[in-house]
Antibody, heavy 123, light 111 residues
Framework: EVQVVESGGGLVQPGGSLRLSCVAS????????MSWVRQAPGKGLEWVSV????????YYADSVKGRFTISRDNSKNTLYLQMNSLRADDTAVYYC????????????????WGQGTLVTVSS | QSVLTQPPSVSGTPGQRVTISCSGS????????VYWYQQLPGVAPKLLIY???QRPSGVPDRFSGSKSGTSASLAISGLRSEDEADYYC????????????FGGGTKLTVL
């Protein structure tokens, strides 16, 4: 069974940092692009970032570019999101999502999602 | 305001057919695949449609996707109460350096 499980969320002050992790199982992690998608309370989905299967390619939303870094360790089946200079509008549930493999690795087609981890940025 | 525009809400009665639209531009829907997601309250989204009109295994054929030019649509036929959820379209946008984008979401109410 394919599973992706996020962790690392919590309460952080504005300007602070946090690192999210996503552990994958049930599939060959090194074969698929992986992404982060977030959802602010009561709001819609927002694409955050994507990384290629071999970690040679990354893309970011303008809203997080220069502050967030996506990475992965294929030996540990783990995806990361390093979040720096956090702002109140970064408050959201952050989902880890597996690329569906039906097209280019960066496309927002996600066939498995985690349960999400809540990040709250507040003083 | 999202790059992809969806109606905030649609409604229908059981058994009816409803459609949800998603309007974009050449740099996203016009040149890239469209995806559709269903999100029930309190849970992660579920992929309904990929590559414009393909259904993952396990998704009922009541759900169908289509695309024309810079617009896409999700159709749900034989509406059921359990279809009441938020629906999102998504696509890659190849303008600037490239980025993913979701529509603002559409709340489907089954009356």
């Amino acid at each position: 069974e394919v599973q992706v499980v996020e962790s690392g969320g919590g309460l952080v002050q504005p300007g602070g940092s946090l690192r999210l992790s996503c552990v994958a199982s049930g599939f060959t992690f090194s074969d698929d692009g992986m992404s982060w998608v977030r959802q602010a309370p009561g709001k819609g989905l927002e694409w955050v970032s994507v990384i290629s299967a071999s970690a040679t390619g990354t893309y970011y939303a303008d809203s997080v570019k220069g502050r967030f870094t996506i990475s992965r360790d294929n030996s540990k089946n783990t995806l990361y999101l390093q979040m720096n200079s956090l702002r109140a509008d970064d408050t959201a549930v952050y989902y880890c999502a597996k690329g569906d493999g039906h097209s280019s690795w960066h496309n927002p087609g996600f066939d498995h999602w985690g349960q999400g981890t809540l990040v709250t940025v507040s003083s | 305001q999202s790059v992809l525009t969806q109606p905030p809400s649609v409604s229908g009665t059981p058994g009816q057919r409803v459609t949800i639209s998603c309007s974009g531009s050449k740099s996203n829907i016009g040149r890239q695949y469209v995806y559709w997601y269903q999100q029930l309250p309190g849970v992660a989204p579920k992929l309904l449609i990929y590559n414009d009109d393909q259904r993952p295994s396990g998704v009922p054929d009541r759900f169908s996707g289509s695309k024309s030019g810079t617009s896409a649509s999700l159709a749900i036929s034989g509406l059921r109460s359990e279809d009441e959820a938020d629906y999102y379209c998504a696509a890659w946008d190849d303008s600037m350096s490239g980025f993913g984008v979701f529509g603002g979401g559409t709340k489907l109410t089954v009356l």
